[in-house]
């Protein structure tokens, strides 16, 4: 379940198969709910060893929600085989990404701070 980690920051702590649609699905849907003022995301992939093209396909209509409202969608924590998916698609150059949660949540608060 994605935790709002502030009024305008959710963290989502992405689970391995079989739950990682249902995470992702649930990430979607609070981002829906939002209407015109989606949160930022952070996509913590620190138990993701694998995705397949629906999981691809769920990422890519986060980022297009968010993106289309100016905020920002961002990996982090992205294992080796995960990161080589992204590679192999193309998307590494669509998806921002943080080496840890703490980073990319830092990220985003300074970016909202304007610092």
Same mark, same amino acid.
């Given at each position: 379940?994605?935790?709002?980690?502030?009024?305008?920051?959710?963290?989502?702590? *992405?689970?391995?198969?079989?739950?990682?649609?249902?995470? +992702?699905?649930? @990430?979607? #849907?609070? &981002?829906? =709910?939002?209407?015109? !003022?989606?949160?930022?995301?952070?996509?913590?992939?620190?138990?993701?060893?694998?995705?397949?093209?629906?999981?691809?396909?769920?990422?890519?209509?986060?980022?297009? *929600?968010?993106?289309?409202?100016?905020?920002?969608?961002? +990996?982090?924590? @992205?294992? #080796?085989? &995960?990161? =080589?998916?992204?590679? !192999?698609?193309?998307?590494?150059?669509?998806?921002?990404?943080?080496?840890?949660?703490?980073?990319?949540?830092?990220?985003?608060?300074?970016?909202?701070?304007?610092?």
């Amino acid at each position: 379940m994605p935790t709002d980690w502030s009024d305008t920051i959710v963290l989502a702590d *992405l689970p391995e198969q079989p739950q990682l649609a249902d995470e +992702l699905t649930a @990430v979607l #849907d609070r &981002v829906e =709910s939002a209407g015109e !003022a989606p949160p930022n995301v952070v996509l913590n992939f620190q138990n993701v060893k694998h995705l397949n093209s629906s999981h691809l396909a769920q990422m890519l209509q986060i980022r297009k *929600l968010i993106k289309a409202k100016g905020r920002r969608l961002l +990996l982090a924590s @992205v294992a #080796d085989e &995960v990161w =080589s998916v992204l590679l !192999a698609t193309g998307l590494d150059k669509l998806f921002e990404l943080a080496p840890d949660p703490a980073t990319a949540l830092t990220s985003v608060q300074l970016d909202e701070t304007g610092a």
